[in-house]
């Protein structure tokens, strides 16, 4: 089975513009987080979707957004890039996140911002 | 809001095990432990998890103390491949996220 895959894997951007990151979960899972990892910060929960459905979200601006479709691929955005954007975006699937369950986590997205 | 505390940094000679402990004193009684670790930067790889009972897979096992307030990750042959961050993570109850604290380095040693 095919694990959880991420694109585009590097990314350089500027400051004020947008991005848009991709995530594509374990075929048959349906729930898909994100995280945000920096060195200064560590591995942050962005938000979570289950059933295309926004169930939990981190401490971020608005500026940080996401979506997930119904074959459950999920796409996050942000926009107005800053410098302290940069980082490495990690994505991680499960089957439907309940309690005792295992996330999988995709190789991520490094993001640079200039 | 880290759940967890783990030390920063440890040593194993290769062929040796590998214990890593997490503290994890205000662990509420239907959070699992999870244990991931993470190499240069890669996403992190799922490693074991449990409520009480200790549990044992191909890649490790978990001893998780009676009072759950604490839990041993155990490498039974560390080789180098072995070295990375571990974390050990508490998912807070009615939420579906993880809290990573900042991990444990273990350098595994020729």
């Known amino acids: 089975k095919a694990g959880v895959t991420q694109t585009p894997r590097y990314l350089i951007k500027t400051r004020g513009q947008q991005v848009t990151l991709s995530c594509s979960p374990i075929?048959?899972?349906?729930?898909v987080s994100w995280y945000q990892q920096t060195p200064g910060q560590g591995l942050q929960f962005l938000f979570e979707?289950?059933?295309?459905?926004?169930?939990n979200k981190g401490n971020f601006p608005g500026r940080f957004s996401g979506r997930q479709f119904s074959n459950s691929r999920s796409e996050m955005n942000v926009s107005t890039l800053e410098l302290g954007d940069s980082a490495l975006y990690l994505c991680?699937?499960?089957?439907?996140?309940?309690?005792?369950?295992?996330?999988?986590f995709g190789p991520g997205t490094r993001l640079l911002v200039l | 809001d880290a759940k967890t505390t783990q030390p920063p940094s440890m040593d194993c000679a290769e062929g040796r095990a590998a214990n890593l402990p997490c503290n994890h004193s205000?662990?509420?009684?239907?959070?699992?432990v999870y244990w991931y670790r993470q190499i240069h930067s890669q996403g992190p790889q799922y490693i074991i998890h449990?409520?009480?009972n200790n549990e044992t897979n191909e890649m490790a096992s978990l001893i998780i103390t009676e009072d759950r307030k604490s839990s041993t990750l155990i490498l039974p042959h560390a080789t180098l491949r072995d070295t990375a961050v571990y974390y050990c993570?508490?998912?807070?109850?009615?939420?579906?996220?993880?809290?990573f604290g900042t991990g444990t380095r273990l350098k595994v040693l020729a």
């Open positions: 449990g409520l009480k």
């Open positions: 075929s048959g899972h349906r729930s």
């Open positions: 991680a699937s499960s089957l439907e996140n309940s309690l005792g369950e295992t996330q999988y």
């Open positions: 979707y289950f059933s295309e459905t926004q169930r």
């Open positions: 993570i508490v998912r807070p109850r009615g939420t579906y996220k993880y809290i």
């Open positions: 205000t662990i509420s009684g239907n959070e699992y």
